[in-house]
């Protein structure tokens, strides 16, 4: 069978992306491919590396371990529980979630704390959108989330490679910023087990650990959640985690990164390229709040 030339999720995006533009009234007529996605001209990361090197220590410690570990991993039934400060605390099916929130391509770079990088196209909806469904009370000013704990499909939970559940947090406005997604697919289909299936945190301008995977409860609160890796570590790990080439890791620079099918390293770009993020820090200390 022949491949159509353009793949369905790319042909897509560049449409929306077109469609989007034209809204603004900003062009007419062509837009180059390059700028198909969320003016990304990165190349994409090719689905088989995407899916096959992974960190997720619920099933290992290792990055080529997941694929495997997780194929039997059930998703389907799934909930998730949106919950904490808020008017309208809800339960959603993950098919009520699909049907309710419009789910749009993006593609963005993914930058990990262990400076290795990939182009990811997702597919998911504006975390904001689910936040407004449940109404958040005036006191919540962070949003926790919390990755689903099987230890009967999890073997990295049976060895306990950290405390489970995964959490992770984000100030609330962070959490509104409109390139603050939840994915719930990638390359034009549904999340494969090991990216974090059945629905998943991007939060693109920050280190990977932030985007957390297979979520299923999402809570408004006051306070700034504990978040896994900075109790585990919090001299190297920041609530914050925003990409920044000026502070280092303290046991690896972060000026520089190795794009996954790359030889050459490239320099790493503060908020991992996304600057339209910058005003949410204004007067804060980024080396501080790392
Ligand atoms: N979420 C959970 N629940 N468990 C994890 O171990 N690893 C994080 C993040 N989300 C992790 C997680 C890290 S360190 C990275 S770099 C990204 O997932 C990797 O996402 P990917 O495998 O889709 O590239």
């Known amino acids: 069978m022949n491949e159509p030339v353009t793949p369905e999720w790319l042909y897509l995006s560049r449409r929306r992306f077109i ?22 001209s990165d190349e994409i990361t090719p689905f088989e590396k995407a899916s096959a090197y992974n960190n997720f220590y619920e099933f290992s410690l290792g990055k ?3 694929a495997d570990l997780a194929k039997g991993f059930v998703t389907s039934p799934w909930r998730v529980a949106v919950g904490g400060l808020v ?24 930058r990990c704390v262990e400076a290795w990088s990939m182009v990811i196209p997702w597919r998911g909806f504006p975390l904001a959108a689910l936040l407004d469904e449940v109404k ?21 939970v049976r060895a306990g490679n950290l405390p489970f559940p995964y959490v992770e947090g984000l100030r ?31 939060v693109p301008w920050k280190y990977g650990f932030k985007s957390i995977k297979s979520v299923v409860k999402i809570d408004l609160v006051a306070e700034q959640p504990r978040t896994t890796w900075q109790a585990q570590n919090p001299a190297e790990y920041g609530f914050y985690a925003n990409v920044n ?8 620079s972060q000026a520089s990164e190795r794009r996954i099918g790359e030889w050459l390293r490239r320099k790493t770009l503060p908020f991992n390229g996304y600057m339209e993020v910058a005003s949410l820090y204004k007067g804060m200390d980024l080396t501080k709040n790392f």
Not at 245 to 252: A, G, I, L, S
């Open 172 to 202: 609330i406005d962070e959490a509104r910023h409109p390139l603050a997604i939840l994915a719930t697919g990638m390359y034009g289909k549904p999340l494969p087990p090991q990216n974090g299936a059945p629905i998943r945190l991007v």
């Open 136 to 156: 958040p009370a005036p006191e919540a000013k962070f949003v926790r989330f919390e990755t689903a704990v099987v230890p009967k499909q999890m073997p990295g």
């Open 64 to 66: 080529t371990e997941p």
């Open 19 to 40: 469609k989007g533009l034209a809204a603004l009234g900003v062009v007419a007529g062509s837009t180059p491919l390059a700028y198909a996605a969320d003016n990304l």
């Open 87 to 110: 008017a309208k605390p809800a339960t959603f099916d993950m098919k009520e979630i699909l049907a309710r929130f419009p789910q749009r391509d993006r593609v963005y770079r993914l």
């Open 245 to 252: 080439p000026t502070v280092d890791h303290p046991r690896w």
